[in-house]
């Protein structure tokens, strides 16, 4: 199988534009608000199916019999609790998670400097590029933190996107963080049990490459047919299976080897983190010695509490290597998750630091092959 080339990619985003392919629009950004953000209660039958959901959406055709399975429950029950968890905004969206770097799309971390009296103008451009799929202010004077991908055949490319970017938001300083080592990346939040053990050991997610794949136009259909919220049915890949024009366990195969092809890292609920009651995310960064990243990375990301963890390039007044993102629902139960990280390692004082979010304005799935990449840079460049 060989990979889409760039004049693939053009190919494909020009079919989409003249409405011969299955698009599907990209989310509209917006700044986010905390209105309506406070945490729901959530009794032992809820926090369980939040977890099974978290963990894996079953590749079957009837996925949600699976899921009632596991958690021992009526079908109907799984169903009607999971339709009022999305209803309620405690799960954003069941969906799939593609990989965007193996996709092709270049991606990367920017911290932004830019006016601390006025951060929403700033978080309201930056919001209205599709390949920003988070953005937060944090406690720091790089005030800014979002990711930002770009397409395969942006003509922009991500230097010239974050240009744009910078001269759009009058940001003071910008410092581009890409992604050296991946140790770990799964948002899977602990619903069931307490600070031990969102602080406790756990087997370390393996290093995932950061290469682009081979893929194919069938994959391309699949990921714009998946794409986005599954609804609560009891055959919810049916309606996927029929706009890529397979049949159903067709597509459940394909999307299995989109997994072992590293394409696809899974299908699953993503939550919102206030509501579920996870009121606090800090991001431990370390300074870390280069001979040492390797193995200290890949003992942190095996901490329950730690979604993510980064090797990062450092700067003159930026010495920390390493990145972890930590959730509580707390800042304490925080600051226990990433202190016992700093006592297991020996990093305290100047080799460690923490920058709180206190606003999130933005937090989506990103969207692939879609023209909105293309407009925006017509917009923009």
Same mark, same amino acid.
């Given at each position: 199988?060989?990979?889409?080339?760039?004049?693939?990619?053009?190919?494909?985003?020009?079919?989409?534009?003249?409405?011969?392919?299955?698009?599907?629009?990209?989310?509209?950004?917006?700044?986010?608000?905390?209105?309506?953000?406070?945490?729901?209660?959530?009794?032992?039958?809820?926090?369980?199916?939040?977890?099974?959901?978290?963990?894996?959406?079953?590749?079957?055709?009837?996925?949600?019999?699976?899921?009632?399975?596991?958690?021992?429950?009526?079908?109907?029950?799984?169903?009607?609790?999971?339709?009022?968890?999305?209803?309620?905004?405690?799960?954003?969206?069941?969906?799939?998670?593609?990989?965007?770097?193996?996709?092709?799309?270049?991606?990367?971390?920017?911290?932004?400097?830019?006016?601390?009296?006025?951060?929403?103008?700033?978080?309201?451009?930056?919001?209205?590029?599709?390949?920003?799929?988070?953005?937060?202010?944090?406690?720091?004077?790089?005030?800014?933190?979002?990711?930002?991908?770009?397409?395969?055949?942006?003509?922009?490319?991500?230097?010239?996107?974050?240009?744009?970017?910078?001269?759009?938001?009058?940001?003071?300083?910008?410092?581009?963080?890409?992604?050296?080592?991946?140790?770990?990346?799964?948002?899977?939040?602990?619903?069931?049990?307490?600070?031990?053990?969102?602080?406790?050991?756990?087997?370390?997610?393996?290093?995932?490459?950061?290469?682009?794949?081979?893929?194919?136009?069938?994959? @391309?259909?699949?990921?714009?047919?998946?794409?986005?919220?599954?609804?609560?049915?009891?055959?919810?890949?049916?309606?996927?299976?029929?706009? @890529?024009?397979?049949?159903?366990?067709?597509?459940?195969?394909?999307?299995?080897?989109?997994?072992?092809?590293?394409?696809?890292?899974?299908?699953?609920?993503?939550?919102?983190?206030?509501?579920?009651?996870?009121?606090?995310?800090?991001?431990? @960064?370390?300074?870390?010695?280069?001979?040492?990243?390797?193995?200290?990375?890949?003992?942190?990301?095996?901490?329950?509490?730690?979604?993510?963890?980064?090797?990062?390039?450092?700067?003159?007044?930026?010495?920390?290597?390493?990145?972890?993102?930590?959730?509580?629902?707390?800042?304490?139960?925080?600051?226990?998750?990433?202190?016992?990280?700093?006592?297991?390692?020996?990093?305290?004082?100047?080799?460690?630091?923490?920058?709180?979010?206190?606003?999130?304005?933005?937090?989506?799935?990103?969207?692939?092959?879609?023209?909105?990449?293309?407009?925006?840079?017509?917009?923009?460049?």
């Amino acid at each position: 199988m060989a990979r889409m080339t760039s004049g693939d990619a053009k190919a494909a985003t020009a079919e989409l534009e003249r409405g011969t392919g299955p698009a599907k629009p990209s989310p509209k950004p917006k700044l986010r608000s905390r209105k309506g953000g406070s945490a729901v209660p959530l009794d032992a039958i809820d926090k369980r199916l939040a977890n099974l959901l978290q963990s894996q959406f079953p590749l079957h055709e009837t996925p949600f019999e699976q899921v009632a399975v596991a958690a021992e429950l009526d079908v109907d029950e799984v169903m009607t609790r999971a339709q009022r968890m999305l209803d309620e905004r405690i799960i954003r969206e069941i969906t799939p998670i593609f990989d965007t770097r193996a996709l092709g799309y270049d991606s990367m971390l920017v911290a932004a400097k830019v006016d601390p009296e006025h951060p929403q103008r700033a978080a309201r451009l930056i919001n209205s590029h599709p390949g920003v799929s988070h953005n937060y202010l944090r406690t720091h004077e790089f005030n800014l933190w979002f990711t930002l991908a770009t397409a395969p055949d942006s003509e922009l490319g991500l230097q010239g996107t974050i240009d744009a970017l910078a001269e759009m938001t009058g940001a003071e300083s910008i410092r581009q963080l890409p992604t050296l080592r991946l140790f770990k990346i799964n948002m899977n939040l602990e619903m069931e049990q307490g600070t031990e053990a969102l602080a406790a050991k756990v087997d370390a997610v393996a290093v995932r490459e950061l290469e682009p794949v081979p893929y194919d136009e069938r994959d @391309v259909a699949v990921i714009r047919a998946l794409q986005g919220p599954m609804a609560v049915a009891d055959r919810p890949y049916d309606d996927a299976a029929s706009e @890529v024009g397979i049949s159903t366990p067709e597509l459940l195969v394909h999307l299995e080897g989109m997994i072992e092809r590293k394409l696809l890292r899974r299908v699953a609920a993503i939550l919102f983190h206030r509501r579920a009651g996870f009121s606090a995310n800090g991001m431990g @960064v370390w300074r870390v010695p280069p001979e040492r990243v390797v193995e200290v990375g890949g003992r942190m990301s095996g901490v329950r509490g730690i979604s993510h963890c980064y090797e990062r390039p450092t700067y003159a007044d930026w010495p920390y290597s390493v990145f972890t993102m930590a959730h509580g629902r707390s800042k304490a139960e925080c600051d226990a998750i990433l202190d016992s990280i700093a006592d297991e390692h020996g990093l305290h004082g100047d080799d460690r630091a923490v920058l709180y979010s206190s606003t999130e304005y933005k937090k989506i799935r990103l969207r692939y092959f879609t023209s909105d990449y293309r407009e925006w840079e017509r917009a923009h460049a």
